[in-house]
């Protein structure tokens, strides 16, 4: 703590430099390398089940990704429901660590087994379209360095009551709409608009929504399919 002078005033102004010493972690993170170093840094660890996020330092919540967990959780489609949750948060952080100790991805898809502009795609929808930022570290202790300056900053409590998202009912419907390959957010919502319903999507006849979104109706065909 120190104090500063007004030029403008007698009064003293105090600026507290002293960071946040607790933090609060998800359960599943106790096996973590990051704990260990928070701890060397002065940090009280407090372990919650976060239904949301992994990390909450002050107001800003943090979800960690190991450059493997990433894609692992990009392939099934995890990550997406994991960014759409955070979104609860108006602070929010995705770290990917370890972008030293293994590349992200190559010009070689067999390194990861996807398209190297699947992951370039993939990381550009995470800014523009989810909004939350990126972080890529060096390693774990490059993590918890990041989580220490961040919580010396001045930033106020955000409350723990979020929940796992639950989708509104024009959203579920989209939802299963976007479930058919080739059909986006974009098609689906033209779909619902025109038919007011799945289940008249479901029914319509195929030459009428092949008109209305072309070649993407061939998926919509399995609904007629046995399993």
């Known amino acids: 703590m120190k104090q500063v002078i007004d030029i403008f005033s007698k009064k003293k102004m105090v600026i507290k430099e002293e960071p946040n010493k607790k933090i609060k972690v998800d359960y599943r993170e106790k096996n973590s390398l990051v704990i260990s170093e928070l701890i060397k840094l002065g940090f009280e660890v407090e372990f919650l089940e976060l239904k949301v996020a992994d990390y909450i330092v002050g107001e800003v919540a943090i979800e960690r990704k190991t450059v493997n967990d990433f894609v692992s959780s990009m392939k099934n489609k995890r990550m997406i429901k994991q960014l759409e949750e955070i979104q609860q948060y108006k602070n929010r952080l995705l770290v990917i660590e370890g972008i030293d100790e293994q590349e992200l991805y190559t010009d070689s898809e067999e390194f990861i087994g996807m398209h190297p502009n699947a992951v370039r795609g993939f990381l550009l929808s995470i800014l523009l379209k989810f909004k939350v930022p990126i972080i890529f570290s060096k390693d774990y202790k490059d ?19 979020v929940s796992k998202k639950a989708l ?21 919502k033209n779909l619902l608009k025109k038919f007011k319903s799945v289940k008249n999507i479901i029914n319509a006849p195929h030459e009428e929504i092949k008109e209305l979104i072309g070649k993407k109706a061939e998926s919509l065909k399995i609904v007629d399919e046995k399993y």
């Open 143 to 161: 993590t918890a360095k990041f989580i220490n300056v961040l919580a010396r900053k001045k930033t106020r409590e955000v409350s723990l009551n």
């Open 168 to 188: 509104n009912k024009k959203e579920r419907m989209q939802f299963i709409m976007e479930s058919f390959q080739g059909i986006g957010p974009k098609t689906a």
